[in-house]
């Protein structure tokens, strides 16, 4: 297990300097990391087996196999509630009447792996899109100040810099806030995209999936279909032709385990609980976002509440004369800086502050 989910171990290791916040880590880090190990769980044939096995009398069994994964296996959606045994060989697989009963095909299970990663991939892109926009400017203001062990000499220069660095750029800060925002925004489109792009991968199944699964331990045996028997079948069925002894053409249909959708099931149970989850979290935190875009006194509480060590009046001066990049910015420190440092960073911040000439 340790050799298959090695490879994911470098995505855990969190960054020395914050750029973002905790809801933004739980798309580029916490989401990415699940959708590789997924990713790389259905591919590891030693916890799984062969991905499909099919019998079916006098073709070869691999060529059956084979030709079942690639031209993939189907079900009949109205079979899926007869008495296993007696009334269907097993969930959604019987005898049929072509043009008569539904066939439901399931060609998903070849792409699993590489939607997977795929969509690892998509919620990776806003990360890197802040990333190089942001251009390691916190690491730069921040540079040793996130240490507690840092020599005076060093802290009161660097304190200077970032004093003078404020004071001259004030009001130029915007378009830094801004593209945050909108990276923040991808986000949440993204997340809600994601959930719409699987329900299109699973034939319109996802976006009920797991409130179906929920409801279905709570219905009587003999009244309900699981939800995952009709998503992600074990067994299908196949059909293959080929020519007979005096040229014609012979049909044969074949039954075929899907060991797979074992693990499918549970991946996507799992997905739609955390995608859901994500979606809230990520609306509840646009609409913060734009009450903080549009709430000046918003902005001083949670500067306050960043620096908690430092008084209220200094507070109230940045935030009189910060525009919201420059408290975005000024928060952000926070999040880097040892807090006795950035007390005093405010402090003589505020000091600076007051003694420029107010802007009419």
């Avoid at 939607?115 to 802040?130: C, E, G, K, T």
């Avoid at 075929?256 to 609306?283: A, D, M, T």
Wanted: proline share 4%; hydrophobic share 45%.
């Amino acid at each position: 297990m340790f050799d298959v989910f090695g490879s994911v171990k470098g995505l855990l290791k969190l960054d020395s300097i914050c750029i973002d916040n905790n809801l933004f880590r739980l798309h580029y880090k916490a989401t990415v990391i699940i959708l590789i190990a997924f990713s790389l769980l259905v591919t590891s044939r030693q916890y799984i087996g062969d991905p499909i096995d099919c019998i079916v009398d006098e073709i070869p069994l691999h060529v059956m196999d084979t030709y079942c994964w690639i031209y993939s296996t189907f079900t009949i959606p109205n079979r899926l509630n007869g008495k296993v045994g007696k009334e269907v060989a097993h969930p959604g697989v019987s005898s049929h009447v072509s043009g008569q009963d539904e066939v439901k095909y399931h060609k998903y299970y070849q792409w699993v792996c590489f939607v997977l990663f795929f969509q690892a991939i998509l919620f990776y892109i806003p990360r890197y899109l802040w990333k190089t926009w942001e251009g390691g400017r916190l690491k730069m203001l921040a540079f040793e100040l996130h240490s507690p062990v840092v020599p005076e000499q060093h802290k009161n220069e660097q304190k200077k810099l970032l004093v003078e660095y404020f004071s001259t750029t004030l009001h130029t800060h915007n378009f830094y806030a801004y593209r945050y925002f909108l990276c923040e925004a991808l986000n949440f489109i993204n997340v809600l995209g994601q959930i719409y792009f699987m329900d299109f991968f699973l034939d319109g199944e996802f976006t009920t999936y797991g409130a179906d699964v929920v409801k279905f331990t709570e219905m009587e045996p003999e009244h309900r279909t699981d939800a995952m028997s009709r998503v992600f079948p074990k067994v299908t069925k196949c059909t293959f032709h080929k020519y007979g002894p005096s040229g014609s053409v012979q049909t044969f249909d074949g039954l075929c385990v899907l060991p797979l959708n074992i693990v499918n099931e549970k991946i996507y149970v799992f997905l739609w609980f955390w995608f859901i989850i994500l979606s809230v979290l990520s609306g509840i935190g646009v609409a913060y976002r734009f009450a903080v875009m549009f709430g000046s006194r918003m902005r001083m509480y949670l500067l306050r509440a960043r620096s908690r060590l430092a008084l209220q009046s200094q507070i109230e001066i940045i935030a009189k004369n910060c525009e919201i990049g420059d408290w975005l910015l000024l928060y952000q420190l926070g999040k880097n800086i040892e807090p006795l440092c950035y007390k005093e960073f405010i402090a003589d911040l505020a000091g600076k502050l007051s003694t420029m000439k107010q802007p009419a």
